[in-house]
């Protein structure tokens, strides 16, 4: 629903006592973090499918109200909201609102320097020890030498590479991060290649409805796409194909060559079940085909199997020595309390194994065609509680 003219007025109030705040600190980093929060009303905020405030109806009554107040803290929002503006209106029409004022009487000083940002480093890599999310970090500082910061945001890996966290830190960010007992290794890149992709992530969850997104992510978006987007020549990361059915087969073959799967294949079933966890890690590119985390084990055991395969008894009482045989496989390199995290989620959900994949319930539309079912197809039907 959009905004009254109430509701614009009464955001704008609150808007400009906290820009009189903002400007009291003379800080360009706290009035850009400030606008990208101000920006969040023109934003839908998941699960809402709706802005606060609309860009076509109340967007340019906000910009003529700070035009019309004309002062100090007036002048800092709207030229902060030209640096960090989102939707792209919102810094087209704040910068416009901003020239004007400018003709009148002149920014302080500490705010000619908002958006005036360098990038003097970059880094990418696993945010954690399994590779479940990626984290991208760019560093700048202002072109006065003022306010070094570094802005970072996580990707979801199991979610297809969707933006789900991202905030601004201090430069000693990534000291503490080294530090951190559960971190992933990050290592130096272009700047380009993370500017890349973080507006890569972005684009692609904006297209997605309904993300959980943390509150820093929805609090700090604006900001941190305005950095990514201060970065010269941003690529855009390149979709990895699936591995090959090639590597799949050497990767099968490594497998029951191991230590770990000695004796495993003498039991009826295994190579059933084996199949199918090959098909699961198989659609995956060829750096991930041994990506197994706990969230990983429960994806396979409690969403895929159920989903999609049509398995024999003897397959899903082999699934047991299978995945515990692949856990001691894949996570061998990985630390011990991380080995025994993936080994105490394997416990957990394969007890629930038989249950959920002979449950018609659980069964995707393929599985229930596969199975003579009658289709499930309530979900395309509209929900009766949702009609005017």
């Avoid at 904006?206 to 997104?213: E, M, Q, R």
Wanted: hydrophobic fraction near 45%.
């Amino acid at each position: 629903m959009l905004a009254s003219r109430h509701g614009v007025d009464g955001y704008f109030q609150t808007a400009i006592a906290d820009a009189a705040a903002v400007t009291r600190k003379a800080s360009p980093l706290q009035a850009e973090l400030w606008a990208s929060l101000l920006t969040s009303a023109w934003l839908p905020e998941p699960p809402a499918t709706e802005p606060l405030l609309s860009v076509d109806d109340d967007l340019p009554g906000f910009i003529a109200r700070a035009v019309a107040r004309g002062d100090a803290a007036a002048h800092v929002m709207l030229a902060a909201l030209a640096v960090v503006g989102a939707p792209e209106e919102v810094a087209e029409q704040a910068a416009r609102g901003a020239e004007q004022l400018a003709a009148g009487a002149a920014l302080p000083e500490w705010a000619s320097w908002l958006g005036r940002v360098h990038c003097d480093g970059a880094w990418s890599g696993p945010a954690d020890l399994y590779g479940d999310q990626d984290m991208d970090v760019l560093s700048f500082g202002y072109d006065n030498a003022a306010e070094p910061h570094v802005v970072a945001m996580l990707t979801d890996n199991l979610n297809g590479g969707l933006a789900v966290h991202a905030f601004t830190e201090d430069p000693m960010f990534l000291d503490r991060w080294r530090e951190h007992p559960g971190a992933g290794q990050l290592r130096p890149v272009p700047p380009g290649e993370a500017a890349g992709r973080i507006l890569a992530a972005f684009e692609l969850t904006d297209h997605v409805v309904g993300v959980p997104l943390s509150e820093e992510l929805v609090d700090e978006r604006s900001f941190v796409l305005a950095r990514a987007r201060a970065v010269r020549d941003p690529v855009r990361p390149q979709i990895a194909e699936p591995a090959s059915d090639d590597m799949c087969t050497a990767l099968a073959n490594r497998f029951w060559e191991s230590p770990y799967a000695a004796g495993v294949d003498d039991e009826d079933g295994a190579e059933e079940a084996f199949g199918l966890l090959l098909d699961f890690v198989g659609g995956w590119p060829e750096d991930r085909l041994l990506w197994w985390s706990p969230n990983r084990v429960s994806m396979f055991l409690t969403h895929w199997l159920p989903r999609k395969a049509i398995m024999s008894d003897q397959a899903v009482r082999a699934m047991t020595r299978v995945v515990a045989a692949w856990t001691n496989f894949a996570a061998a390199d990985l630390p011990e309390p991380a080995r025994a995290a993936v080994i105490r989620q394997v416990e957990e959900d394969l007890p629930k194994l038989r249950e959920l994949v002979n449950d018609p319930a659980q069964a995707g539309l393929a599985k229930q065609i596969a199975l003579g079912l009658e289709p499930d197809m309530s979900y395309l039907r509209p929900d009766p509680s949702t009609r005017g």
